[in-house]
């Protein structure tokens, strides 16, 4: 099976699905998360329900449009992200799942108020590292 393939499965060529396979995903534009027989959802690496412990967990598409939760703007950043600095971290809801990302697209020194806006979700690199980065997008409904 390959990260294309839309089963049920929570594996990725019979593997558990890695946080790099659900990153690649997300820049394919074909995110996905984990669902448990009860409901829960959760993300990749995770490979058990964190709420009944279940390891049954079906593989389901990202919604497309999140809402921010919570957000912080960041000036002292970890050696991480010291070239990326200022920048905005949040939190936003996808329904079953919450994503923590980096906001682009706003300017972290007029930023006024970004919880309830929609964002979508993809995949950037960080300025200090070129690791790549979870980036929440502002967006219209």
Known sequence: MTADDSDDSATVDGDPASYDEWLDAIAAGEGFYFESPAGVGSLPPRRVCPETGSTDLTREPLPEIGTIETYSVVHVATPGFTDDTPYISAIADFGPVRITGVVRGVDPETVDGLVGDP???????RSTTDDRVVVLSPTEL
Do not use: D, L, Y
């Open 119 to 125: 964002v979508t979700v993809s995949v950037g690199t």
